[in-house]
């Protein structure tokens, strides 16, 4: 594939990265991160790989792979996934359509599991907002990501999408790779799963042949990741509840950084990864016989259905659905000490926002994030 056309969005390539990582070692922080992956050795340790990284693989197997698994190993209770073998049978690449919970840790575990089962990595779709810190950015394009522009004119937004969905397309038919990207723009902040519309419009954009043809050709797989407790959970409530109260929210500067940074130290209990099944060819010439925005819609239900199925219920999302209905319809899933766990937990999470929001009501939207799939699996 030539992606002449797409070096502004592109993923860096082996001489590209090389380059990239080599500036990235230079960074005064990099003594820091190194010893903090890797204890047992000196911390000039990560710069002098970083020096001698030749390749996007070997970046991914020698750095990537150690950072993930410290994650999985300090923070994470137990990781399981399942599905794989829908992967295996459909034996070309894909797009991977997942929910989206954590900014880093959603592509990011997910790409481990491919990567321990001997699978291709993906692709991975990211928002420019997280590209603000150079450094940043050349260690995000140095690790196979796709760069999707934000926060443009709606003339620009249509031209970017353009050229992203071309890009995606092209990636898929030609057999260069797989590519992952969220089921919607910004992390889910209340726990509802919910695909935009706009998204499957703009996979569309770049097809050239009938609606049907346009799905089937980039092989939509559905995913779901479930975590026991939700990474940034209390920043997220913290600003719905603004939103809700105001109208509006504004991030800080480096606010997408510190959820990063959350998100990565946080301890989430346990984690899940489900891979569903690919989108058929039935459900999409039955989604081509509705009228035009209709056809969407018909498709974002088939990939919602997928991920909520795929969702894994924790004893965290069950306790918060009798709390919030003052009830106990789910009280066999959970101990008393459970719940008193879980209390102590909401309690704690509630200390780190500021004190002029109102308690009750942040301590509502905070429950809402751990009770809304439960009631997304009831409404199925």
Same mark, same amino acid.
């Given at each position: 594939?030539?992606?002449?056309?797409?070096?502004?969005?592109?993923?860096?390539? /082996?001489?590209?990265?090389?380059?990239?990582?080599?500036?990235?070692?230079?960074?005064?922080?990099?003594?820091?991160?190194?010893?903090?992956?890797?204890?047992? +050795?000196?911390?000039?340790?990560?710069?002098?790989?970083? +020096?001698?990284?030749?390749?996007? /693989?070997?970046?991914?197997?020698?750095?990537?792979?150690?950072?993930?698994?410290?994650? !999985?190993?300090?923070?994470?209770?137990?990781?399981?996934? /399942?599905?794989?073998?829908? !992967?295996?049978?459909?034996?070309?690449?894909?797009?991977?359509?997942?929910?989206?919970?954590?900014?880093?840790?959603?592509?990011?575990?997910?790409?481990?599991?491919?990567?321990?089962?001997?699978?291709?990595?993906?692709?991975?779709?990211?928002? /420019?907002?997280?590209?603000?810190?150079?450094?940043?950015?050349?260690?995000?394009?140095?690790?196979?990501?796709?760069?999707?522009?934000?926060? !443009?004119?709606?003339?620009?937004?249509?031209?970017?999408?353009?050229?992203?969905?071309?890009?995606?397309?092209?990636?898929?038919?030609?057999?260069?790779?797989?590519?992952?990207?969220?089921?919607?723009?910004?992390?889910?902040?209340?726990?509802?799963?919910?695909?935009?519309?706009?998204?499957? #419009?703009?996979?569309?954009?770049?097809?050239?042949?009938?609606?049907?043809?346009?799905?089937?050709?980039?092989?939509?797989?559905?995913?779901? !990741?479930?975590?026991?407790?939700?990474?940034?959970?209390?920043?997220?409530?913290?600003?719905?509840?603004?939103?809700?109260?105001?109208?509006?929210?504004? +991030?800080?500067?480096?606010?997408?950084?510190?959820?990063?940074?959350?998100?990565?130290?946080?301890?989430?209990?346990?984690?899940?990864?489900?891979?569903?099944?690919?989108?058929?060819?039935?459900?999409?010439?039955?989604? &081509?016989?509705?009228?035009?925005?209709?056809?969407?819609?018909?498709?974002?239900?088939?990939?919602?259905?997928?991920?909520?199925?795929? %969702? #894994?219920?924790?004893?965290?999302?069950?306790?918060? %659905?009798?709390?919030?209905?003052?009830?106990? #319809?789910?009280?066999? =899933? %959970?101990?008393?000490?459970?719940?008193?766990?879980? =209390?102590?937990?909401?309690?704690?999470?509630?200390?780190?926002?500021? &004190?002029?929001?109102?308690?009750?009501?942040?301590?509502?939207?905070?429950?809402?994030?751990?009770?809304?799939?439960?009631?997304?699996?009831?409404?199925?």
């Amino acid at each position: 594939m030539d992606i002449t056309d797409f070096s502004d969005i592109a993923p860096f390539n /082996d001489e590209e990265a090389a380059a990239a990582l080599a500036r990235v070692s230079l960074h005064p922080n990099v003594p820091w991160i190194s010893k903090f992956l890797f204890p047992d +050795k000196p911390n000039t340790f990560l710069g002098d790989v970083l +020096k001698n990284i030749h390749t996007v /693989d070997e970046f991914q197997q020698i750095v990537m792979s150690k950072a993930i698994q410290w994650v !999985i190993d300090n923070t994470i209770t137990e990781f399981t996934y /399942d599905g794989l073998e829908k !992967i295996k049978a459909l034996g070309q690449p894909y797009l991977a359509m997942s929910n989206h919970r954590d900014i880093i840790l959603d592509p990011a575990l997910t790409q481990m599991v491919l990567f321990w089962n001997g699978l291709p990595e993906t692709q991975i779709c990211v928002g /420019d907002n997280l590209l603000k810190h150079k450094t940043v950015e050349l260690l995000i394009r140095s690790n196979r990501m796709i760069k999707v522009i934000r926060g !443009i004119s709606a003339r620009e937004l249509y031209l970017s999408s353009q050229v992203l969905s071309k890009y995606i397309r092209e990636t898929i038919t030609s057999g260069t790779g797989s590519v992952w990207i969220a089921q919607r723009q910004g992390r889910t902040k209340d726990g509802i799963d919910i695909t935009e519309q706009g998204l499957l #419009k703009m996979v569309d954009m770049s097809g050239t042949k009938d609606f049907v043809q346009n799905f089937m050709e980039v092989h939509i797989v559905p995913m779901s !990741i479930s975590y026991e407790y939700e990474p940034c959970d209390i920043m997220k409530a913290r600003e719905t509840l603004i939103k809700r109260n105001t109208g509006s929210y504004v +991030k800080g500067e480096d606010e997408d950084l510190q959820s990063i940074m959350v998100g990565i130290k946080q301890k989430k209990g346990h984690v899940h990864l489900h891979v569903g099944d690919p989108l058929t060819e039935e459900e999409i010439r039955e989604a &081509s016989f509705c009228d035009k925005n209709d056809r969407y819609q018909s498709i974002r239900h088939a990939v919602d259905r997928r991920v909520i199925q795929g %969702y #894994k219920l924790w004893k965290t999302n069950y306790m918060a %659905y009798d709390i919030v209905h003052q009830g106990a #319809k789910y009280a066999s =899933e %959970y101990t008393r000490q459970d719940m008193e766990e879980f =209390e102590g937990y909401i309690a704690q999470q509630l200390i780190l926002a500021e &004190s002029t929001l109102d308690r009750q009501e942040l301590r509502n939207e905070l429950l809402h994030i751990y009770s809304n799939p439960v009631e997304s699996k009831e409404n199925l």
